[in-house]
């Protein structure tokens, strides 16, 4: 919802398909022979993950985690969280590579966010709803 009323309705609906589109292209790039099907709604979510972390970088989030017994939220800046999923996504795609899950997908997703949201904030920063974001 952060994102979207921050970058406006039809902005964020293209931008999110769009990451879902490079979601499934970064998976097929380095997984040609997979025969598994793929959905990319997960590649789409990373992809406004890094929109989010593009419009709101310090403001801090919740996140939720789980550690055997240990379960719980804490709060932290997007900044500082965000990028370590995304290097546990390729790092997993390193060293898991029998597993079902397309990496790749939230890796690609991530990137195609990123692009996107940092050529419509260079192309034209009035777009962006300032008064929300702060």
Partial sequence: FAVEAA????RFLLFYLLSGVGA???QAATDWTSSQPLVGASGAISGVMAMYL????FKKIEFFYWFFFLVGYFRAPALLI???YIGKEIYLYQ???DSN???MAHAGGFLAGAVLIGLAWVM?????????IN
């Fill in 7 to 10: 970058i406006g309705h039809w």
């Fill in 24 to 26: 499934g292209f970064a």
């Fill in 54 to 57: 593009a419009v709101f970088r």
């Fill in 82 to 84: 965000l990028p370590f």
């Fill in 95 to 97: 060293t898991d590579p």
């Fill in 101 to 103: 899950v397309a990496f």
């Fill in 124 to 132: 034209n920063r009035s777009l962006f709803n300032d008064d929300y």
